[in-house]
């Protein structure tokens, strides 16, 4: 028969070991946070950034725009016939191909010549095109045109070269992608809207001077069978971008080197999120046991050594293989864990439960702390099911608005507007689960019980409206933002953070909330809730309009949208009479409809307009009063 002791010492062990197994949980969670944010992936990239070579081609050559010919030819830009020189010189030469990172977008003398040029030539000839504020800038030179964008990381580096899109039906490439293309396929390839892919720099690319290709100082064997890239390399002209080690790098080697990565086959790759997490899961326990079974500190600091070089040489060996591994947070996980194992044998040799507090007190937010010291129950990382408000908000074109800013001045300004987001949350009893980039996503009702916690989430949602405007006023900018709130039933679970121990939700509500957030781009609002929100709100300085009944794409059931303001007289006489023209809307008097929604529209009220753009597609269709969006 068991005792009363035997019992006690039974229920302390198995703390004690669910203790340990937790505290390898929060080094994970802590790894993979930091990992999987836009910081820790910058720093991977940036570890391996020395390595990120790769060997020329003969076939691959850069035509310069240097400043012997600026000198020879003349200041820029030059007359259009300078070009058409160059190019039936590097067609007589016997060019495979010749790609121009350089845009002929405006009318200039030299044209005509140029263009006749480019028709007469047996070489291919490519000229650059760009995207500017999602508009397609092309030459009217030729047809044949391909994209000079690139797509710095938020370090300012550029690792990556981008997709190939459908422009009215014409598949437009990066230039790197078009000329590979030719000298592969001979032909552009089917549009393959390719995922933008790292690709590695040349170590070293023949350049020659325009002003001597054209003078026929260069002979014509360094020309024949190459694919001749054309562009700036003069420091004067400022078409450069930052390499791998903070050089100067000019446009047009990065996109000579995008091409030999291609011809060379290179196709680096990050691992996975199944094969990271092997990675550190196993770094963590060879650590752990090697840490835990070493006694002597002579022994423990061998064994991090050896951990640290293997993991080191590993990563140098798959890199080589094209696969890049988070080696730093690898790095991270080994320093952890065995600090981890220290602190735990001190922590199980003092005995004191008020330093166990204080260690957990670094990562529990200190109210989920006190829930789970007085719940008999342990932390619980399977989840549970709880009806929750949760809300989603975004700024408008904040990538449009973002690429007119350095990265330094995006990421002041991007923590300015967090942090005058936050405290709004915070203030109407929100958990704020997660920033992805400028979005905002948090919920209400967990991990604590929050009464009326869908009339917090409506008033968070417009409490952080107004401290928008109050942004825009001090920072003098003029962002604009949707959020969407939506409540239902999801799955709630624990992870772990630097700070403290948050949860975070799963479901369908949670997937509706982010789609609803999206409409209001469609229905030209601010803010909208979903049916559910709106019946659990009951606040007389809070107004509802009834937008539309839709159904969202893999969804079959109706959601009816509201749109939230404060109430005011105005407000309210511009909800009731779109309410009563979209009532007619919905049964199919378009007619009556539209006379109320011109008169709305005409007044700036989006919804309207959206109705007014709809209207003449459903006229003698079999409308049923649900409007479908095929689109996420």
Avoid at 340 to 348: C, D, M, P, V
Avoid at 521 to 530: R, S
Avoid at 566 to 576: A, D, G, T
């Amino acid at each position: 028969m068991m005792t009363s002791h035997t019992i006690n010492k039974t229920s302390n062990k198995i703390k004690e070991h669910g203790s340990f197994i937790f505290g390898f949980l929060i080094i994970f969670c802590i790894v993979f946070l930091i990992l999987g944010s836009v910081r820790g992936k910058n720093i991977t990239n940036q570890f391996f950034d020395p390595l990120r070579t790769t060997d020329e081609r003969e076939d691959v050559i850069i035509v310069g725009i240097d400043d012997k010919s600026l000198q020879s030819i003349g200041a820029w830009p030059w007359d259009r016939k300078v070009f058409a020189s160059l190019t039936k010189k590097l067609n007589d030469f016997g060019a495979r191909t010749v790609v121009y990172d350089v845009l002929f977008l405006e009318p200039r003398a030299g044209d005509a010549e140029f263009k006749d040029i480019i028709g007469f030539v047996k070489t291919p000839v490519i000229l650059g095109s760009k995207l500017e504020n999602d508009k397609y800038l092309a030459s009217h030179l030729t047809l044949s045109s391909a994209l000079i964008n690139v797509e710095p990381d938020s370090d300012g580096k550029v690792r990556r070269y981008p997709t190939s899109f459908l422009n009215n039906g014409i598949c437009v490439y990066p230039l790197a992608r078009s000329a590979f293309n030719i000298a592969i396929f001979n032909k552009e390839s089917n549009c393959d809207t390719v995922s933008a892919t790292m690709f590695r720099y040349l170590t070293k690319v023949p350049i020659y001077s325009v002003v001597d290709i054209i003078s026929g100082k260069i002979p014509a064997d360094k020309i024949k069978g190459k694919t001749v890239f054309v562009g700036s390399v003069s420091l004067d002209l400022l078409d450069h971008f930052v390499g791998m080690t903070g050089e100067k790098v000019p446009g047009v080697f990065v996109h000579a080197s995008v091409l030999t990565s291609l011809l060379n086959k290179v196709n680096d790759r990050n691992t996975n999120t199944s094969e990271t997490i092997f990675l550190i899961l196993a770094y963590m326990l060879v650590t752990g046991l090697l840490m835990y079974r070493l006694k002597n500190i002579i022994g423990q600091i061998v064994s991090l050594i050896i951990l640290i070089a293997s993991a080191a040489l590993l990563s140098v060996f798959l890199f080589s293989l094209e696969i890049q591994i988070p080696t730093p947070w690898i790095l991270l996980t080994i320093f952890l864990t065995g600090g981890y194992i220290t602190l735990y044998r001190f922590i199980k040799e003092q005995k004191k439960n008020a330093y166990i507090q204080s260690i957990f007190a670094k990562y529990v937010h200190k109210d989920v702390l006190k829930e789970l010291m007085e719940s008999s129950s342990s932390i619980n990382f399977a989840g549970e099911k709880r009806e929750i408000s949760v809300l989603f908000s975004d700024i408008r074109g904040f990538t449009t608005f973002s690429e007119k800013m350095t990265p330094e001045e995006l990421t002041k300004l991007l923590n300015a507007y967090l942090s005058a987001m936050t405290p709004v949350i915070l203030e109407e009893k929100g958990t704020i689960d997660k920033f992805i980039g400028d979005a905002i996503m948090a919920f209400w009702n967990a991990p604590l019980y929050v009464e009326n916690h869908t009339t917090h989430a409506v008033k968070a949602a417009i409490g952080m409206q107004q401290a928008l405007a109050d942004f825009n006023k001090n920072n003098n900018t003029e962002l604009a933002m949707g959020v969407g709130v939506n409540y239902g039933e999801v799955i709630v679970g624990n992870v772990g953070s630097l700070e403290r121990v948050n949860y975070t939700v799963l479901g369908d509500a949670v997937n509706l909330a982010s789609r609803v957030e999206g409409l209001t781009k469609k229905y030209g609002v601010l803010i909208i809730v979903t049916e559910e929100v709106k019946n659990l709100v009951n606040e007389t300085d809070i107004i509802f309009r009834k937008l539309d009944v839709i159904t969202v794409k893999g969804k079959s059931k109706p959601t009816i949208l509201y749109e939230v303001q404060k109430k005011s007289l105005i407000v309210s006489e511009i909800f009731k009479k779109y309410e009563n023209a979209f009532t007619n809307y919905q049964a199919g008097r378009f007619d009556e409809a539209e006379i109320v929604f011109t008169e709305l529209s005409s007044n700036g009220d989006g919804p309207s307009k959206t109705m007014l753009e709809r209207i003449p597609n459903l006229k003698n269709t079999n409308w049923d009063g649900i409007w479908h969006f095929d689109e996420k």
